[in-house]
């Protein structure tokens, strides 16, 4: 995985919660139905019109709820290469990482960015940079094992071949 991850935003507020990435109603379903509700009750053009490299761009509590693995699977099944938040959920955050999607904690970011703005991930130097405006914002950097782990494509991947 390269620390370096560009894509458009998709903005969302606080408080987005597990049934809002993976309805309830469909949580048992296979991913390719999942997918089409995902965030759908936030932004009806999501499940549609996000495409391979679109990042998640969020404020605070990101992934609140319950502890359903398939909100961060929704995503990544989607293609999105990265949530970016001021905060995550801890259950989501953990859930993220062991399935190899990135994600970033960033104070502030949710005001710096826009729907359709194209932004770079530095998950190195933890930081955010939009060329539109010229904001670069300093998030929290993952740890090593963190990034050790989103680099060999999540936990199971990581623990069938340690060697990565």
Known sequence: MDDLIRGRAWCFGDDVSTDALSP??????????????????????????VRPGDLVIAGRNFGCGSSRETAPENLQALGVACVVAESFARIFLRNAIAIGLPVLVCP????????????????GAGTVRNPRTGSVLSGERLPAEMRAILAAGGILALLRDPQR
Do not use: C, N, Y
Not at 115 to 121: N, S
């Open 108 to 123: 502030g970011i949710r005001p710096e960015i826009s729907d359709g703005d194209q932004v770079q991930v530095d998950l």
């Open 24 to 49: 309830g109603q469909w949580a048992i379903d296979p991913v390719e139905v999942r997918m089409a509700h995902t965030l759908e009750s936030l932004d009806s053009r999501f499940p549609a019109q």
